[in-house]
């Protein structure tokens, strides 16, 4: 069955011809010039077979159903024969074949340029009065449109994802809601899940009885999908946890659209949140929601909210009382707000830490949305300017980008989703410092859907890297608990946050598509098969020549050419040590030194310790330090002083010799950071932390292959690591393993 429309909905034949032409000249004046016609075809179950009377009975409903929705009713031809019938006037013709209990009808409407809201009214009416005759099946397709100056395809809702992938379709869907806001055309349609339709769905259901394949929902704006029933908690919880959960603690939260109410639901299950500043443009959608897409936005599981100390029953998320929602622009509001102009100081936020948010997350247009507001939302240096600004030290700034690429697509700077290309390069620009891509494939959508998550301080790249055991204690800390005992989060958990830590390879492909090739590109895209790779056979462990207090050694046997690389399987399978792992294990460490009855512990740990800080190399491409150390016998590889290695990624200017000790600054390139934005090295991280290094001049047989341990030093411990380094070189001191053995 479909909804009933009023009668002051249903267009008859009181508009006259003065009133649809002023109609057609207001349609033209704003640009929204429809197609010419539509084309309807209804299955109906009359649960009856249909004699020829009856059937003459129904096409006089069908006709007058037609009659009242025409501007000239004049009817040309009628003729009824057996099981068929056939109407043909001048605004088009109505075609009925029985068979049987079932009832074929063709509807073919001309519609004089109407608008669409209009031609949405005049196929309801035709399907109110085909439902009074059994239960329906219906398909809709605009018919005879051309693309022009009068008409654009997809400022038409009918004519836009809403026509192509839901009204063509077979099937018993039912409108639930089309309504004309002051901003865009909101329609909500029940329809049957799209995996199954018709008689699959039925023998689906059969073998899913808990209602798991049962009737879906879709919310379109302006014909556009905005999110199903089905696709609400899959899309809405990647959108809103991941940034979330990065954060160590947010309490503050700004959402900028949102106005179903769903990623204000997700958020509310955080318990450390204690405010939510909810912008949403149009005040009319928020209500629609709540009236016609409650799943969206009930928040009487979660809430935690007390009124003398009795848990508050809050049937709807928009009534939280930490929520504060407000029916503005949001654009201008951050602008208003945020804008460097309004800062008292250029080089620092002063304004107070409470006024600031620890997390923003934009759930509105399309980035490909060929409007000017998408414009002005992925594109204006203004807003993401006050964005950045409204956030605290360590804020997050997350926004869905559209549907994922392919892998054969071009750059986004010369595709659909320039938005995308110039939002993600406008964010590094204004200072974020870490920023990931993924995407998530489950949403219904048709395509997976690309969000981004953008970190504004570098060290919170460390809980984006973390392992599935530390997420998933974070999730059960942090996630409220259900009244009903029911999983707050339906799909979003610590393997699906693993799983989001790698950008898909499109993303890598895309982004290697640029005009301006990153370096990264060629550096870290592969290893080629032309480098040539020296067997672990060809070199040897001696006593090292850097000085007689040296340990070992890693020496040539034969010949090595320049740029060749040396045992590169074996250099992949490095032993990695992750930032929160090292964390662990140092603050263990400092505890077991702390007591003289832990002494045998303390030096079993000193062994361990020594041999990541002497052997291994610091690094922060996770956001923190964290230490890589070769399995092969390349760990034994020795520092050449003063310039003297032979081996490695680069030669460098900076040797221990040349670094200013005065001076605490990490020179460029030995920071050991990552860039900002590169699916390239999100995608190699372990390749870039593990192998890499080359032969830099030709080695003869017999040479001793050194490195340059500046490049290992750990940032946090610049100074000392360098000063041991300067020792070494001048014969006044020893590395760290020899320090420990000869110690031992």
């Known amino acids: 069955m479909v909804a009933k429309v009023s009668s002051e909905e249903c267009p008859n034949d009181s508009w006259s011809i003065q009133e649809i032409d002023a109609s057609i000249n207001i349609n033209r004046i704003n640009n929204e010039i429809m197609a010419r016609a539509q084309h309807l075809i209804i299955e109906v179950n009359t649960q009856k077979d249909t004699n020829e009377s009856a059937l003459k009975s129904i096409m006089n409903t069908l006709e007058q159903a037609m009659r009242d929705l025409s501007a000239n009713p004049l009817r040309t031809s009628h003729r009824c024969h057996h099981s068929h019938c056939l109407t043909v006037s001048l605004e088009g013709h109505i075609v009925i074949h029985s068979i049987r209990q079932m009832l074929l009808i063709d509807v073919f409407l001309l519609d004089y340029d109407y608008s669409a809201q209009y031609q949405q009214h005049r196929m309801q009416c035709i399907l109110n009065s085909a439902s009074t005759l059994g239960s329906i099946k219906w398909s809709h397709k605009l018919r005879g449109f051309l693309e022009s100056p009068y008409y654009v395809r997809l400022s038409n809702p009918l004519d836009h994802e809403m026509g192509a992938d839901l009204l063509r379709r077979m ?5 639930l809601v089309s309504r004309k806001t002051k901003y865009q055309t909101v329609d909500i349609y029940e329809l049957p899940r799209r995996r199954f339709n018709g008689d699959a769905l039925i023998s689906k259901q059969l073998e899913y009885p808990d209602g798991l394949l049962g009737k ?4 379109y704006l302006d014909g556009v999908l905005q999110s199903s029933l089905y696709g609400d908690a899959i899309y809405h919880e990647a959108l809103v ?42 005040e009319e959608l928020t209500m629609i929601s709540r009236e016609y897409l409650s799943e969206w936005n009930d928040c009487n599981d979660i809430s935690t909210e007390t009124v003398n100390g009795i848990i508050r029953k809050s049937s709807s998320c928009f009534d939280e009382e930490k929520v504060d929602l407000h029916f503005v622009d949001a654009f201008q509001w951050f602008v208003d707000n945020y804008n460097q102009s309004k800062v008292i100081s250029a080089n620092e936020n002063t304004r107070p830490e409470k006024e600031l948010f620890d997390v923003i997350i934009m759930d509105a247009l399309d980035p490909d949305d060929f409007v000017v507001f998408a414009e002005k939302l992925y594109n204006n240096t203004d807003f993401i300017e006050s ?6 030290f360590e804020g997050v700034f997350v926004v869905q980008l559209g549907e994922s690429p392919e892998n054969v697509d071009p750059s986004d700077e010369f595709g659909p989703f320039r938005n995308r290309a110039q939002m993600t390069a406008q964010l590094q620009k204004f200072g974020f410092e870490s920023i990931h891509v993924f995407d998530e494939g489950h949403c219904d959508f048709f395509h997976p859907w690309t969000i981004l998550v953008a970190l504004k301080n570098y060290e919170s790249r460390s809980n984006w890297y973390r392992n599935a055991a530390e997420i998933q204690i974070e999730l059960i800390e942090r996630i409220v608990q259900t009244k009903s005992g029911n999983p707050a989060l339906l799909h979003f958990d610590a393997a699906t946050m693993i799983s989001y830590q790698i950008p898909s390879k499109s993303f890598e492909s895309i982004y290697c598509r640029q005009d301006d090739e990153p370096e990264e590109c060629d550096d870290y895209y592969g290893f080629w098969p032309d480098i040539n790779n020296i067997p672990i056979s060809h070199v040897q462990v001696k006593k090292s020549g850097v000085s007689e207090q040296a340990g070992r050694g890693i020496f040539a046997v034969n010949d090595i050419p320049k740029d060749s690389m040396i045992d590169l399987g074996q ?15 140092d603050t263990l460490y400092d505890w077991v030194e702390e007591k003289s009855e832990r002494e045998v512990i303390a030096s079993e740990m000193s062994g361990l310790k020594y041999f990541i800080e002497g052997y291994g190399y610091a690094c922060q491409l996770m956001g923190e330090t964290h230490h890589t150390i070769d399995s092969g016998i390349m760990t034994f590889s020795n520092h050449g002083c003063d310039r003297s290695y032979n081996y490695g990624d680069e030669y460098s200017s900076v040797t221990e010799s040349t670094v200013d000790l005065t001076d605490s600054k990490i020179p460029d390139g030995l920071d050991c950071t990552a860039i900002a934005y590169s699916p390239v090295q ?14 830099l001049k030709d080695i003869r047989a017999g040479d001793e292959i050194l490195v340059n ?3 290992f030093a750990d940032p946090n411990e610049w100074i000392d ?10 014969g006044k001191g020893v590395g760290e393993v020899s320090e420990y053995e000869f110690g031992a």
């Open 171 to 175: 099937d018993d869907k039912k409108l």
């Open 216 to 219: 879906d929902k879709a919310l």
């Open 241 to 282: 946890h991941p940034g979330m959960i990065v954060h160590a603690n947010p309490k503050r939260v700004a959402i900028i659209g949102g106005g179903e109410g769903a990623t204000l639901r997700e958020v509310l299950k955080h318990k450390t949140v204690e405010n939510v500043v909810m912008l949403e443009i149009d």
């Open 387 to 392: 964005l950045y600004n409204g956030l605290s």
């Open 571 to 585: 250099g992949t399978k490095a032993f990695h040590m992750a930032p929160t792992t090292w964390d662990v294990f």
């Open 682 to 695: 999100e995608r190699h991280l372990r390749q870039i932390m593990s192998a890499g290094d080359v032969i």
């Open 709 to 711: 341990y500046v490049t």
């Open 721 to 730: 690591d360098i000063s041991k380094l300067k020792d070494q070189c001048n």
